[in-house]
C-alpha cells in the first residue's frame, strides 16, 4: 500500500521543539532588523501604484522578474498592516516549517544512530538557531529559499526510498518556487542532480510498466 505521506509522531511535540519554537518567537519580537528589510517593504508598497512589482529602487523600477515572486505575497500582507511583527509573520512561520522539515524528515533519514542521539539533535537545533536568528528573521527572500529548499530535498529522499514519482513531482514545484524566490535559490535542484540516476531509472521502470504518455 502507498506509505504515509508522514510517519505516525511526526506531528508530536519534543522538548527539543519547544525550545527552538520558543527561540524562535521570542526573536521574533525582540530581534534587531536587517538592513533590506525597509527595501523590501518599500517593494511591496509601491505595488499598486505601480499596477506590478518593480525595484522601487534600481533600474528605473524595472520588474524584479524572474525572481521575486514573493513580493506579491507581500503587497498584499501590507494592506493589512506595515507593523515589524505582522510583516516578520511569515518568516516566522516558514522557520517553524524548515525546523520540522530538518527534525522529522533530514535527521532520521542519517541513520539510526544519529536519530536516536539526543545530541545529534541538539546539535541540530542549536546550528539552525544559530543561522536563522541573525540572518532570515526579516523580509529577503532567504526564509523561502530555505524552506522550499527542505521540502525539495525531502521529496527526491521520499521518492527514492519508496520508488514513488509523486513526491519527485511535487518536488520539482516547489524547486520551482525556490528558483523563482531568488537566484541562489537554485541550490533547490542540487537534491535532483545527485539523484538523477535512481530517478532516472525509476522513470523509465515506470514508464515500462504503463508507458511513457501516463508517466509524463
Known amino acids: 500500500r502507498p506509505p504515509r505521506w508522514v510517519q505516525p509522531g511526526w506531528w508530536k511535540p519534543t522538548l527539543r521543539d519547544a525550545a527552538v519554537f520558543a527561540s524562535l518567537l521570542i526573536w521574533w519580537l525582540i530581534g534587531a532588523m536587517s538592513s533590506d528589510d525597509g527595501y523590501t517593504m518599500a517593494i511591496a508598497r509601491a505595488r499598486d501604484s505601480a499596477g506590478y512589482v518593480s525595484n522601487y529602487y534600481r533600474w528605473?523600477?524595472?520588474p524584479e522578474a524572474p525572481w521575486g515572486w514573493f513580493y506579491e505575497v507581500y503587497a498584499l500582507w501590507v494592506h493589512v498592516s506595515t507593523a515589524i511583527?505582522?510583516?516578520?509573520?511569515?518568516?516566522?512561520?516558514?522557520?517553524?516549517?524548515?525546523?520540522?522539515?530538518i527534525s522529522r524528515e533530514v535527521l532520521p533519514r542519517l541513520g539510526q544512530q544519529v536519530r536516536r542521539s539526543h545530541a545529534a539533535g541538539w546539535s541540530a537545533a542549536a546550528v539552525f538557531l544559530a543561522f536563522?536568528?541573525?540572518?532570515?528573521?526579516?523580509?529577503?527572500?532567504?526564509?523561502?529559499?530555505v524552506v522550499f529548499s527542505l521540502a525539495a530535498l525531502c521529496a527526491v529522499e521520499r521518492a527514492?526510498?519508496?520508488?514513488?514519482?509523486m513526491p519527485a513531482a511535487l518536488g520539482l514545484v516547489v524547486a520551482a518556487l525556490a528558483v523563482g524566490a531568488g537566484p541562489h535559490g537554485i541550490v533547490a535542484v542540487l537534491p535532483f542532480v545527485a539523484a538523477?540516476?535512481?530517478?532516472?531509472?525509476?522513470?523509465?521502470r515506470r514508464a515500462k510498466e504503463f508507458g511513457w504518455l501516463p508517466v509524463l
Not at 86 to 101: G, H, I, K, N
Not at 198 to 203: E, G, I, R
Open 160 to 165: 527514492v526510498a519508496t520508488s514513488r514519482l
Open 196 to 204: 538523477l540516476r535512481p530517478l532516472v531509472n525509476l522513470v523509465v
Open 60 to 62: 528605473f523600477a524595472n
Open 85 to 101: 511583527p505582522w510583516m516578520r509573520l511569515p518568516a516566522l512561520l516558514m522557520a517553524c516549517v524548515s525546523w520540522m522539515l
Open 132 to 145: 536563522w536568528l541573525p540572518y532570515n528573521n526579516g523580509l529577503r527572500s532567504e526564509p523561502v529559499i
